[in-house]
């Protein structure tokens, strides 16, 4: 089953580099802003990861089965498309998608040997971007629809990088059937309940909740840390903290990431300005998750809006160069 011409256009002016028949790269803005202006994404404040080798890639691009009010990327909707139009059923191999992956990151890299030249950016740092030890499986579509993803990370740790997968968590028994841990997992939890839950994320089944809920306990048994992502949007989703702190205690996860939805991409067709928090917005609801849930708050970034909560005493950090 290939993917539809035209959404695989809009991907493509959305300089998305396509990698086999659903794999995807798209250089992350922190990557060209660590380059070229010194400052760093928050995950590398938080978690030390180096934004400037940081691989984000997808082995599912189109493929997803919530289609979120808040997500910037492009859906099946938006072009007058049907989502089980977008359903893969044939897969690439492991190794195909990484060693395309890689290339296509050089390929994006490419551009900044003439900002090299002109001591624009760095050629220490360049050359280190140039060998990335960071992959984030997230960028668009569900990750864990990929049947062999447990392989897929397994491979991407011996060649040496630190692995973060970001999941809706609609599919608990993939990360049950997962061989090999991600080093950190993320799981996107924006609804603090059932209602809300099918008004802001809009699962293609009703019954994906419940399977919400399952991957929250499965995560328990998870080695590696587990991150809860908040995407907090203003009218929409943050009247609720008890709920929110409710979830939080049943995954008993490592981190609370709460991140204020940005107004950008497709999702300017679906909400408001209005609906963007400010951090100060950000913080006032990360203090009350804290104070419910006994959370402590270990960072902040105001230029991203997001705070970090945490139930470790120290956060793991995962700089390879330090």
């Known amino acids: 089953m290939a993917y539809p011409p035209?959404?695989?256009?809009?991907?493509?002016?959305?300089?998305?580099?396509l990698v086999g028949r659903h794999s995807s790269v798209?250089?992350?803005?922190?990557?060209?802003?660590?380059?070229?202006?010194?400052?760093?994404?928050?995950?590398?404040?938080?978690?030390g990861i180096r934004s400037h080798r940081c691989l984000q890639m997808t082995p599912a691009v189109l493929s997803c089965l919530t289609h979120c009010i808040y997500?910037?990327?492009?859906?099946?909707?938006?072009?007058?498309?049907?989502?089980?139009?977008t359903l893969r059923f044939d897969w690439d191999e492991p190794e195909e998608i990484i060693h395309g992956c890689l290339r296509e990151q050089s390929r994006i890299l490419t551009g900044y040997k003439d900002q090299v030249i002109k001591r624009i950016v760095s050629k220490e740092k360049y050359e280190e971007a140039l060998n990335p030890n960071m992959v984030a499986i997230s960028l668009s579509g569900e990750p864990t629809l990929y049947p062999r993803l447990g392989e897929m990370i397994e491979l991407f740790r011996e060649k040496g990088f630190t692995v973060f997968l970001v999941t809706s968590g609609v599919l608990p028994k993939a990360l049950e059937r997962l061989d090999s841990e991600p080093s950190q997992l993320y799981i996107s939890v924006t609804a603090p309940d059932y209602d809300s839950y099918q008004k802001i994320n809009r699962p293609v089944s009703q019954r994906l909740w419940d399977s919400l809920m399952k991957s929250l306990e499965v995560t328990k048994s998870f080695k590696c840390p587990v991150v809860m992502r908040i995407t907090a949007i203003k009218g929409i989703?943050?009247?609720?903290?008890?709920?929110?702190?409710?979830?939080?205690?049943?995954?008993?996860?490592?981190?609370?990431?709460?991140?204020?939805?940005?107004?950008?991409?497709?999702s300017i067709n679906r909400l408001a300005r209005s609906n963007m928090p400010s951090f100060d917005d950000i913080k006032r609801f990360g203090d009350r998750v804290s104070e419910l849930t006994g959370y402590n708050t270990t960072g902040s970034s105001e230029e991203s809006r997001v705070v970090l909560l945490s139930k470790l005493k120290k956060p793991i950090r995962f700089d390879r160069s330090a």
Do not use: T
Request: proline letters at 3%; hydrophobic letters at 35%; one cysteine or more.
């Open 6 to 17: 035209l959404l695989l256009d809009v991907l493509r002016r959305q300089k998305y580099h």
């Open 26 to 47: 798209k250089k992350c803005k922190w990557l060209h802003d660590s380059l070229v202006y010194n400052r760093v994404c928050y995950k590398e404040k938080f978690y």
């Open 71 to 85: 997500c910037w990327r492009a859906m099946p909707e938006d072009v007058g498309m049907k989502w089980n139009e």
């Open 237 to 266: 989703n943050m009247h609720d903290p008890e709920n929110f702190s409710r979830l939080v205690s049943l995954s008993d996860c490592s981190y609370v990431e709460i991140k204020a939805y940005m107004h950008l991409g497709y």
